[in-house]
Antibody, heavy 120, light 107 residues
Framework: EVQLVESGGGLVQPGRSMKLSCAAS????????MAWVRQAPTKGLEWVAT????????YYRDSVKGRFTISRDNAKSTLYLQMNSLRSEDTATYYC?????????????WGQGVMVTVSS | DVQMTQSPSYLAASPGESVSISCKAS??????LAWYQEKPGKANKLLIY???TLQSGTPSRFSGSGSGTDFTLTIRSLEPEDFTVYYC?????????FGSGTKLEIK
């Protein structure tokens, strides 16, 4: 059974940093691109970043470029999101997702999500 | 960036009826479109990709159609478990973007 379990969320002050982790199991982690998608309270879904299978290619939405870094450790089957210079508008539930198929940048598995609150 | 306009935001129907949800892209995305179902307390579920291909496990009462800029998710013979929120998402290019969601409620 595919499982994606996020951790590392919580309350953080504006301007500070936080690192999210996603432990993957039930599939060959190194074979799938992975992504983070977020959802602000009472809002819709927003793609944040994607990383290729090897980690050699990364893609970000403009609002997080230069502040967030997506990475992965294939030996540990773990996905990360390092978030620096956090802003109130980054407050959201962050979901770890698996890209469904090669060339199909839709997400077939989602974690339950981890809440990040940026507030003083 | 490609903007996805999803409508309606709210939709009321009765079990057994059929409904359609629209998703319009701000420019052509070929068939690079997915549909998701969101339920409280559950992981989001991929229903359809490539505009019309059912993901494994998606009931056949769900169907997707469209190409270019106009897409539709149709649910026939609504079941009680179908009353929830649905999102479209394009994957033609980065950034990937989602529609604003449609909440399907019981009439």
């Amino acid at each position: 059974e595919v499982q994606l379990v996020e951790s590392g969320g919580g309350l953080v002050q504006p301007g500070r940093s936080m690192k999210l982790s996603c432990a993957a199991s039930g599939f060959t982690f190194s074979s799938f691109p992975m992504a983070w998608v977020r959802q602000a309270p009472t809002k819709g879904l927003e793609w944040v970043a994607t990383i290729s299978t090897s980690g050699g290619s990364t893609y970000y939405r403009d609002s997080v470029k230069g502040r967030f870094t997506i990475s992965r450790d294939n030996a540990k089957s773990t996905l990360y999101l390092q978030m620096n210079s956090l802003r109130s508008e980054d407050t959201a539930t962050y979901y770890c997702t698996r890209q469904a198929y090669p060339g199909i940048r839709a997400f077939d598995y989602w974690g339950q999500g981890v809440m990040v609150t940026v507030s003083s | 960036d490609v903007q996805m306009t999803q409508s309606p935001s709210y939709l009321a129907a009765s079990p057994g009826e059929s409904v359609s949800i629209s998703c319009k892209a701000s420019k052509s995305i070929s068939t690079y479109l997915a549909w998701y179902q969101e339920k409280p307390g559950k992981a989001n579920k991929l229903l359809i990709y490539s505009g019309s291909t059912l993901q494994s496990g998606t009931p056949s009462r769900f169907s997707g159609s469209g190409s270019g800029t106009d897409f539709t998710l149709t649910i026939r013979s609504l079941e009680p478990e179908d009353f929830t929120v649905y999102y479209c998402q394009h994957y033609n290019e980065y950034p990937l973007t989602f529609g604003s969601g449609t909440k399907l409620e019981i009439k």
